[in-house]
């Protein structure tokens, strides 16, 4: 088999689901912004603040990797730092071969300035759009749909909702909660899941990341999730052995192709993996979940969509097939309509694959 190179991944077209805007922001954007409007920074130097952000985010817990975020939050308070940050978003995701993102923040998080929720959903679009218009010149065309996320351990989820559907026809496809797990169950927010449903509206739900089956459970069953973001640790209901044996969650996310948004690295640094080679994606791809590929937060991670897929081809010796599976996976799971989903599937993502794997 030809070796696959880190080049080669860039170039392939590439599907992401679970992307942070607030976690993915270029370390030189952040310092210049922070001048603006003079917060202070671990550090000043570009560089070394890219590696505080990693070393900062590699805790092993999922609250002091969420601390972070602080110093990212703060310089996203203005339209103009908004759809600038979006803006190198769209940029930064076609130049590393992504033909299709989700990205996600969290609109409740951007009043300091008191804009307004649709103000600040404006900006971000805005700045997506004139991104993706650039990457599009360029030659490394992409499409960003954006999703609202409500923060869980707050009260606004049902007004972050009713936000998302008024902005569906201009650019947000979908609806998340994040935040830290374990004690703020996604049942908290369940008039927000039922407003999304009754609305026909689309949802991924943070779960099974820092908190186990419950969460998950909760998620999909009360809740109602298209999609779980994470769900790492359904692996929970899986017994080791050969073959291994699926209790009834895991089970029913197998069955119903529900489709799982890992995020190796980033899952590695909270400590719900213990390495990439350890993480269950291994096992999960082998027992044909609905597994895709994902970042999480580019920044806090030092990573990027063909990083995580390299780090993957050097854990598990998957090859273009397996790269491939993942990239449809994340391409049929997406929130735009089918029949979009289908002409990237069918006129970018197999053509290119199929000139490497012959
Ligand atoms: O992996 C994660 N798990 C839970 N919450 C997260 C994760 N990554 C980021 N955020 C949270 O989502 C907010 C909106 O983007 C971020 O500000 C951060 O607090
Ligand atoms: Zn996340």
Known sequence: MVAISYEDIV?????????HLDGGLRPATIVELAAEVGHELPTTDPAALGVWFT???NSGSLERYLETFAHTVAVMQTPAALRRVARECALDL????????EVRFAPEQHLEQNLTLDEVVD?????FREGS???????????????????????????IAELAVRHRDTGVVGFDIAGAEAGFPPTRHLDA???????NFHFTIHAGEAFGLPSIWQAIQWCGADRLGHGVRIVDDITPGNPPVLGRLAAYVRDKRIPLELCPSSNVQTGAAASIADHPIGLLRDLRFRVTVNTDNRLMSGTSMSREMALLVEAFGYGWKELQWFTINAMKSAFIPFDERLRIIDEV???AYAELIG
């Open 55 to 57: 070393e900062a985010a």
């Open 349 to 351: 993502i197999k053509p």
């Open 94 to 101: 076609a130049a590393d071969g992504v033909v299709y993102a």
């Open 123 to 127: 900006a971000v679009v805005t700045g």
């Open 193 to 199: 899941f039922e407003y999304l449903q009754r609305e």
């Open 133 to 159: 218009a650039l990457a599009a010149e360029a030659g490394t065309p992409i499409r960003i749909g954006t999703l609202l996320t409500a923060m869980r351990h707050a009260a606004r989820s049902q007004e």
């Open 11 to 19: 170039k392939v077209p590439k599907a992401l689901l679970h992307d």
